[in-house]
Every structure is written in C-alpha cells, then in structure tokens.
C-alpha cells in the first residue's frame, strides 16, 4: 500500500476548488485513502492509499482526477488517447530487445513549465509507479527527458557493456553501463534485472546522444529535468506491454492535469505484440463492455434503476450507454482494473457513498457450534486451572536452540522440526513441535515470581510428517509443568492421573528412556496402545541449559491421539 | 489504626512486649525483651517488627558488635587439645618415658591434620619450645609455649560464652584472629561475627495505648480450632480481634491466561450468533493461502504480502483437483466466473510451495472448498504468520479472526448488517462507519470503523463480498460474505498493554497480573 506525500495548495489548484484539510479527509473515501499525517504549516498530507489494482491514484493528480469527477458528476476525456495518423516523433526497437527489455512507451509533454512542486510529484510518482507497480522497475521503469536536446527517431536498442560510454546522473565522468554496474548506486540497487544479459538495453538519439541505460540510470545531458523546462520526453520500458502503456498513461494524463500539451509517439517494433507493430503511445486500451443491471442491483441490494446507476459510474470516470437492461461501460484510460461486473458494482457503491446503503441483517438461521478440538480443549483447561495450573499463551515460533539444543534431544529422533526457510531472526526459525520448551521457557525467566509454579498450555504444535500431504501436521497439544522446590515425578504424576481421570481417557506409563528427562524417572503416555507423549522429571542438563535453578518436572500428550 | 480504639487488634505477643518496653523508661535490646517478656527471641523479633511498622515502637539505638564464640572444633580443643598443646603433651611424655617421637610418629597417630601438625611445630620451634634432635627426633627445651598458654587460657574464656572481641587485650585479639574461621579454612576453633544490637522504645502513640492494653491477653486465642469446637471449649476463651485492613498474604493460583480468557469471549460470542467454527493448518500451501483467495503470483497485490517460507519438505504433495485447475483457469482468463482473470502464465508448481498460513482467510478458502452447508455461518479464530521485524506492533506469530458468510440473500446491505452485528456485539459501539476498502479477494470490500465507548473511534474490521474468481472455482455459486475482525487493539487496552509481544509474554509475573480492566 504506497504511502504519498499532497500538499494543499496543489490539491487545490488540480482538483478546481479551494480544498480545505477537512475536505480532503471527507473526500479520501472516493479514492479508497486514508490520510495518515497532516502538516498545517507546509500544507503537506501523507496520504496511504489501498487499492493495489489502481497506480493511477498513487499520486495527487490521480487522486484530484478522481474526486473530481465525482464532484463534478462526470470526467472530461483526455484528447491525446484519441490522435490519429502517424506521430511526429518515432522510437525504433532494435530486433534482440524481446530477450531483454521487450516494450517501451513515450509521449511528448509541451508547454507545462516545470514548477518544484511539479517536478516532487513527477519524481515521486515516477518512484512510486516503478517501485509498486513496477516490481522495483523489474516489470515498469520510467524516465524523464529534456525533449528539445533530442533529435528524433530515438533508437531503443542494446550495445555490449562496454561499447558505449556517457554520463549518467549523479556522476562527473564519463562511464560505461558495465562500469555503471558495478560503480553507481543505482547500478548496484538494479543491477541483478539484467543479470544474465549480454548486451543492454540502451536509449540513443539520432545524434547518437544516450537518453538512459533503462531500467538503471538516465544520462546526465538529457535525462536531468530542470526547473523551468517547458517540453519534456516521458518514457516507460519494461517486460509486460499493457504495465508499460498504463504506466505511460497515467504519466501523460498527470502532466495534462498540470496543463501540458501531451502528443504522441510512435513506437515501432520489429517484432509482433499484442497493439500490433507500430504502437501508438499513449494508447487507449479499453474497450466498452456490457454489463448486466442486474448483477450490479443484486450484488448491492437495491433497486437503483438504469439512470442512477449511469449517473454514479458516470460521476467516477466512466464512459457509460444505458439501454433499459444493460449497461455498456468503459473505464478511462489511465485504469485497467476492470475484470468482472462487481468492480463495476463497487465504483457504482464508492459514488454513491457508502453511508447511503441501509443495512439489513442477515436471516438465515444457522447452529452455532465450536469444533471438537476447541471443545476439548477448553475441557482440558477447566480441569488444569481447577488443578492449580496457571494457562500459559506462548508464540508458536520458537528458536532451534530452544527447541532442541536445551531440550538435550540433538541428534535425536525428537529433533524433527519445521524450520524456516527464509529466517528473519534466529529466535523465530523454526515451529514449535512442542510445548514443553515454552513452559521451560516461562519458568526460566520467572525465577522470581514467587513459587510454586504450576503452568501449562493447550495449543498447536507442528509436527514434521513427510507422509503428509502438507510434508508436516498440525495438531494440538497439552503440556504442564511443575517448578517448586519439591517437584518430582510422583507429583506431575498425580495431576496427570487425575486429569486422564477426569477426561475419562485411560492411559498406561511405559518405562523409557527420553534425554530430555532422568533415567529412571520418565514415563511414555500410552493411549489405546499409542505413544501419545511423555512424563518425567527433567534432567539437570536440560534445567541448566534454560539456567533453571529449580527442580522441574512435566507432562506433554497430543490430544487426538488420545481420545478413545 | 494507632489510636487507643484499636489495641483490640493487637496481638498477645505484641501486648507483652509494649508493657514490658512500658516498665522501663530506658530502651530495650532485644535480648533484654526476651528476659524480661518470657517469651521466646523469635517471637520478640515478630512482635517489634509488627510494632514498627504499625510506629508504636521506635528504634532508639543500634551497635554493632564483634563477638567471638567456639566452633564444634573449638569445643573439642577445649575439652581435650589444641595442637601445639598436643604435641607438647605429646612430646615430654615420650621423653618422660625415653622414647623420642619423630614428625612421621605424630602423623602416624592420626590425631590431626598433617598440615594442622606442621602448622603447630613450626610455631613451638619458633618460640624455642620444641627442637630438632638427631634422626629428626623432637626435643622439648623446657620453655613454657606463650601459644600454648595462650590458647588454653582464650579457649577456657570462650567456652563460658560468647563474648565481644574488644574485651580481649590486643595480642589475644590477634591470636584469636588467627585461630578463627576464614574463608577457605573452617576447621578452627574459633568463629568471629558481627552482632546487631537493636534497642527499642515507646513511641507517644505507643505510650498512649499502654493504659488501654487488654487483660489477660495472653489468655486469648487467635485461631478457632477442630479441638476448641468438638468440646465446646472455645466458649472459656475470647478471640483476639484482627487488624482486617491489613493486606493479606498473596496466593498462587490457576487461572486462565487473560489474552486466551478474551478470546475466548469472542468464540462464545460468534457461536451465540450462529457462527460454526472452522480449523486449519499452520502450514499451508501458497495455493491455499493465496491463489484461491485470486491473489496473482505476480502482482504487487502480493508483494505487500511477505510470508515464511517452509524449508524441508519446500513443497505439498500435490494441490486437490479439481481445485488446481479452475483457479489456475480463473487467474489465466477469468474461467467460468465472468471474469477477465489476470492473464499470465500461472505456475501449477508454485501453488505447491508451503508457507507459514499468512492470513486466516486460508482457513475460509478450504471450507468453501468442502461443499459447505448453505446458507452458512463459519468463523475460525487463526494463527498466522507475517515476515516481519518483531517490535511493538509486530509479533513473529498473532491471532486472525475472520469468517465467512453463505446464503442467496447475501449482498452488499446484508454484508454491512452483518458488520454493524459485530460492531455492537464486539465492541459495543452504537457509531459506526463504513469506508471503502481494498481486499484482493473481496468486491465490494468495506471497512468497518466503530465508535468504542472506551476506545473512541477504531477500525474494528473488514470485509466484503468474495470476488466470483474466489467462489465459483471452489464449487460454491451463492454470494459470500468474506469478513475479518482486528480485535488485539481492544484486548490489548482491556489488558492494560501497550507492547503487543506482552500478549504471548514469558514473564510469569506478568502473566499473573494481567487482567481485563472492561
């Protein structure tokens, strides 16, 4: 969810009216935004905006577009989508570019003389679309040009890495992309896009001028926009051509919402794609689909009628014919989030406002009920808490070391875990299959809290099972401890007895060996003939791994497998 | 409490020593309290400390005193020999008889430690004492030992009873300190330790209780018994009255853990309201917990969505059919659920890659899959995971608690009825409204902001309406209420917390005290 910076005058200026904060916090809604931050000295409000599906409100000419039009009950269209013939100005690709950086967008801006506020925002949403929507500029990268120091047709082209050199923003010197790749920042930063590639993909002028080495950096000469410039080449490459067009798109109607003249570019491709070979940029991808009345009616619970629900889509941006049981809708340009009648029936909400739907209750009648685990559990705690035994509530993530080092069972059967691949601390990596070590856990940093202490906890456990379907199980568990100067088997016993008791689930204790517990002192749970768990006092080492200084001994079972 | 009123909660033991400081203007030390009270030293140290804090009783003085007294082995020095006297003895006997003993022949008697013995020849050669004869033969010279005598003489006073040790002369002093258990070494006979010596008195609050201490307190009795009611005796005694204010002794206690006792409200509630609960795993496939929920392999949709990834075994067996291929179908064109679909190349094999469950919607998903009762009213209370740095508002591992709802009847006013259910039955809110909101599985999706009477306003929750692309490729064709509650903002105010790993915290003092404060 990106997170842009408006300011309030701009706002103001874009959006046609003298905004104040509070009307900027009323209207969020229209744009699906929440402001998070407001500077009443310099004007400035953080705005976080959610929906994932439309970059184009990523930035305050989209969100003034937006709330706009529903202010204004309709949306004028932008008359540069709609140029026909052959553009003044072409870019070539060069046969190769399909293995690399397949598609490329521009168009010319002329006559909006860039302001400072114009040009934070042109940045930030060039930042914002390539970061977000862009993958980091794997799938959309985006530059800004100097339009008069170019001499068209452009050449969108690759060169080896160390054929060409020129200088790129940031730097003095002259350098080559290889160098660039290795020396600059954003060399490093977006480097690894084009690992693996041979040759690079470069922007150069009919003069042979660089434009940018995309996705990485642009040149100096002609990629540093100034303030003042009044004609600007806005260009957007990357891997998907639909990403790339939008993105241009939306570039193009911001700059037109500043007043800009906006005229197209020729893109030709020696190769196929989905516009053909010469596409047309910007380029109006939407095409007018019918949608049915009903399912907008029904989806929202209310008979709105054809004129109200034309009149909402209308004051969103759409472009909308209405016959008496269908609806012909086309989203503007600048979207391409349309994929099923229900977007549509939302846009139809967001107009409306959604204060003005009345709720209704459900009716349905439906059993409420708890699962059988639950149930049992809460059986199980009844009976503990009754017994003494303060519940313990521990985070399921848990780290090798405690789960396994201290536990005294490395290298041991018992030592099956899921474990995280991508660990983000040590202290989280793997999944508790156990809860025994979060009860030790509890009573090793509690030495002071004042004794006895009787714990336990009910809760999952994940236990690695590479017969399953999920390579693991998850399935709950009962654990308690006894810390107290007296604790021994006889005692932990006595509360396990009479808990089987109670839950009416006979068992038998096997003598065994565990590490994690005195020989001699252990038990196996049995249930039905089943290994269902252990009992025991814990051995010294295991007490002196959690540096626990008090005799402790325990019991852990798995519930299901007990039950009869 | 002091006033004269109330010295019907005093205890005997307290009465007996408040008369016995009462007698004698001067301060009392404790031990003079014992001789004067009868009563036992314990006894007189429990009563002064209850005395202090309730300010009847003041300390007037406090010593220090260094006393020395006898180990055990000091009392068998004294009853038989130290050993420079033993060897003493030792040696002029033999010699009395014309025999000479060697070192080796007084370690060969066992009587004490070879290092003791050294110890002790070395000093009596050094005073003169003993010598050297030939063949290593000890010769006494007919000195009289200073040690020896000294030792008798101190061994002799110290038996009689402990007594501080400046009323020694300063060379005795020293020898003692010799002589006396140090660190490393308690095998001497003498111990040297430092005596508190405290002195009480009255205080004017004290003095004014005296004229009003009880009679007979001594007769009285603070504990009803078995014995007392069985002959019916206790009607010869009278009861001491009890300071009731005092705080009483904290007990050790099972009780649940406040967190899950809050959450366990909110499962009671949604049973009450006719959810049914649903379970999951903690692992599951990225199939699950995201490609039937139509979130794209590829879009930024799931960048904002870092998960844990599980390393050994990386991937499920295999993804049910025929569920794999209709969401695969669905993100490819839209399938049959009249969508456009995502348009990529969905990759069958990723959807096998097994994460930590990130969001409990997972759970939603296989029961829509599971030809679920309809209409139908689910919820699940999950544990899911976020790749995350731990901090204040971040836990490596949190409760979602979300649900789902099935019926012909469901529509986007029904979703909002729903919601404004929750938001009186949840938080009690009579204000609530709702916001546009983005979900990738749900359109319409809505936020649901609540007024909460001690909260203020809050967002409670959100929810919407599944997108077709999630229902239709699981087998289910009535419209589906898809809704999430964030309720550990609530739990962590009604616990007084303001750091949301407290709620899994380790400290058993903390878990002890927490409590719901509403």
Not at chain 1, 291 to 320: R, W
Request: aromatic share 8%; glycine share 8%.
């Amino acid at each position: 969810m990106p997170t842009i910076s408006i300011f309030q005058e701009d706002f103001s200026h874009l959006v046609g009216r003298r905004a104040s904060m509070s009307d900027i916090e009323q209207w969020m809604p229209y744009v699906k935004g929440e402001v998070k931050d407001v500077s009443r000295d310099t004007g400035e409000v953080r705005v976080e905006l959610q929906d994932t599906n439309r970059p184009d409100l990523w930035c305050v000419e989209g969100i003034a577009r937006q709330i706009g039009s529903v202010l204004n009950k309709g949306m004028t269209p932008y008359p540069f989508f709609s140029h026909k013939g052959p553009a003044k100005r072409r870019i070539q690709v060069v046969q190769g570019m399909e293995a690399v950086r397949p598609y490329v967008a521009a168009c010319v801006s002329l006559g909006y003389a860039m302001t400072q506020e114009g040009l934070d925002q042109c940045i930030q949403t060039q930042e914002k679309l390539a970061d977000a929507f862009g993958r980091k500029r794997e799938t959309v990268s985006i530059g800004l040009y100097r339009f008069s120091s170019i001499v068209f047709p452009v050449t969108y082209g690759l060169v080896k890495p160390d054929e060409i050199r020129f200088t790129p923003l940031g730097f003095e010197e002259k350098m080559t992309p290889q160098e660039i790749l290795t020396v600059h920042p954003k060399g490093l930063e977006y480097g690894s896009i084009l690992a693996g590639c041979e040759r690079l993909p470069l922007l150069w002028d009919s003069d042979g001028q660089v434009l940018s080495f995309p996705p990485i950096i642009n040149s100096r000469e002609l990629g540093e926009v100034q303030l003042g410039d009044t004609d600007l080449l806005v260009e957007v490459t990357g891997t998907d051509l639909s990403m790339v067009v939008l993105a241009l798109n939306i570039f193009a109607s911001n700059l037109a919402d500043r007043g800009a003249a906006i005229e197209s570019v020729d893109i030709a491709y020696p190769y196929e794609t989905e516009f053909g070979t010469t596409v047309k940029t910007p380029l109006d991808m939407n095409h007018s689909q019918h949608i049915s009345l009903d399912a907008i009616e029904k989806a929202l619970g209310m008979s709105l009628g054809s004129e109200s629900i034309q009149e909402a889509l209308t004051a969103y941006g759409y472009q909308v014919k209405t016959t008496r049981q269908s609806v012909s809708v086309k989203l503007p340009p600048f979207r391409n989030d349309l994929m099923h009648v229900m977007d549509v029936a939302e846009d139809v909400a967001i107009t409306r406002g959604y204060d003005s739907f009345s709720p209704i209750m459900p009716q349905s009648f439906t059993v409420g009920s708890l699962s059988k685990e639950e149930q049992t559990s809460d059986r199980i705690r009844d009976l503990l808490v009754g017994f003494g035994f303060q519940e313990i509530f521990s985070n399921i993530m848990a780290s090798h070391q405690e789960l396994v080092e201290r536990m005294r069972i490395a290298d041991t059967e018992h030592a099956r875990l899921v474990e995280v691949d991508n660990v983000m601390s040590q202290t989280y990596a793997c999944l508790r299959p156990s809860i025994l070590p979060c009860l030790l856990r509890v009573e090793a940093l509690s030495p002071r809290a004042f004794y006895p202490h009787l714990l336990f906890e009910v809760g999952e456990i994940a236990q690695l099972d590479l017969e399953a379907d999920l390579g693991s199980r998850t399935t709950l568990s009962i654990a308690a401890i006894s810390a107290n100067p007296g604790a021994n088997f006889s005692e932990i016993h006595s509360y396990l007895d009479l808990l089987m008791y109670y839950m009416a689930w006979p068992y038998e204790l096997e003598a065994v060996t565990h590490p994690s517990f005195l020989e001699g002192r252990v038990g196996q749970i049995r249930c039905h003939g089943h290994a269902v768990g252990y009992i025991g006092e814990f051995h010294p080492e295991v007490l002196e791994a959690w540096q626990i200084n008090m005799p402790t001994s325990g019991f852990e079972f798995e519930i299901r497998k007990s039950e009869p | 409490m002091n006033s004269p009123s109330n010295t019907d909660s005093l205890h005997p033991l307290e009465i007996q020593v408040l008369r016995a400081l009462g007698k004698d203007p001067k301060p009392l030390t404790d031990l003079q309290l014992v001789q004067h009270t009868d009563l036992a030293a314990s006894q007189v140290s429990m009563a002064v400390g209850w005395l202090l804090t309730k300010q009847l009783v003041s300390l007037a003085s406090e010593t220090t005193t260094t006393y020395v007294s006898l180990t055990a082995i000091g009392t068998q020095f004294q009853q038989a020999a130290s050993p420079p006297e033993w060897i003493l003895q030792t040696v002029r006997s033999s010699a009395q008889e014309g025999t000479s003993l060697t070192v080796k022949d007084l370690q060969g008697t066992g009587q004490f430690q070879p290092a003791e013995l050294s110890r002790a020849i070395g000093i009596l050669k050094k005073e003169g004492v003993l010598q050297l004869g030939a063949g290593g033969t000890l010769e006494a010279t007919g000195q009289i030992s200073a040690t020896v005598e000294a030792l008798r003489s101190l061994l002799n006073q110290v038996h009689k009873g402990s007594r501080p040790l400046d009323s020694f002369p300063p060379d005795h002093q020293a020898l003692l300190r010799q002589y006396a258990v140090k660190r490393g070494n308690t095998q001497e006979p003498f111990r040297i330790d430092d005596h508190t010596e405290r002195a009480y008195l009255l205080t004017d609050e004290g003095q004014k209780l005296l004229p009003h201490l009880r009679e007979g307190a001594a007769q009285e009795i603070s504990q009803v018994t078995p014995e007392l009611l069985k002959d019916g005796s206790w009607r010869n005694f009278s009861f001491r009255k009890y300071s009731i204010n005092l705080r009483p002794p904290r007990l050790a206690v099972g009780r649940r853990h406040s967190y899950r006792e809050f959450l366990d409200t909110v499962k009671y509630k949604l049973t009450s309201m006719g959810f049914q609960e649903m379970r999951g795993e903690l692992i599951e496939t990225e199939f699950w917990d995201m490609d039937a929920l139509f979130m794209p392999q590829f879009h930024p949709a799931r960048a904002i969505h870092d998960v844990y990834f599980v390393k050994n075994p990386k991937k499920a067996k295999a993804i049910p059919e025929p569920f794999l291929s209709q969401v695969a179908q669905v993100h490819r064109d839209g399938g049959t659920s009249g969508s456009k679909g995502w348009k990529y190349q969905y990759d069958c094999e990723r959807a096998k890659r097994l994460v930590l469950r990130s969001q409990g919607t997972a759970v939603s998903a296989r029961t829509l899959a599971q030809n679920p009762p309809i209409p139908g009213k689910f919820f699940s209370i999950a544990r899911c995971f976020r790749y995350d740095n731990v901090d204040a508002t971040h836990a490596t591992d949190f409760f979602q608690v979300e649900g789902i709802v099935l019926g012909s009847d469901i529509n986007f006013r029904t979703l909002l009825g729903l919601l404004k259910l929750f938001a009186t039955e949840m938080a009690q809110a009579k204000e609530i409204r709702f916001f546009p909101a983005y979900f990738p599985f749900t359109e319409p999706s809505v936020e649901l902001h609540v007024r909460h009477p001690k909260l203020g306003w809050m967002e409670l929750g959100g929810a919407g309406l599944f997108r077709s692309e999630v229902t239709i490729p699981l087998g289910v064709t009535v419209p589906v209420i898809a809704w999430g509650l964030g309720l550990d903002r609530m739990a962590m105010v009604a616990l007084g917390i303001q750091d949301i790993r407290d709620l899994f915290t380790s400290d058993l003092e903390a878990v002890r005290n927490m409590r719901r404060q509403f």
